[in-house]
């Protein structure tokens, strides 16, 4: 996150040792839906473009990070997350 006179700029992105992924720029309050639905949109394309045939996701215990929703994408896509 980028402060700067009053405002913000907040971004999402992955790396891995294959490179980095794509570079979302968020651009509202982030709730749990929204942050599902970068996940789903790009979570799994940047794993195909960097080539990964397996990775851990790894995120902070936020709360809209943890909730079932967030957690059901996980599961239903067999991504592992380090607790």
């Known amino acids: 996150m980028a402060k700067h006179e009053g405002g913000c700029l907040m971004f999402l992105s992955c790396i891995s040792s294959q490179g980095v992924g794509r570079f979302i720029e968020i651009e509202s309050t982030m709730i749990a839906a929204s942050y599902k639905q ?5 979570l799994l394309p940047s794993a195909c473009e960097m080539r990964l045939d397996e990775f851990i996701y790894i995120q902070n215990n936020n709360q809209k990070h943890t909730v079932r929703l967030v957690e059901e994408y996980f599961d239903e896509n067999n991504i592992d997350v380090l607790e």
Do not use: A, C
Not at 38 to 42: E, K
């Open 38 to 42: 970068i996940l789903v949109q790009n």
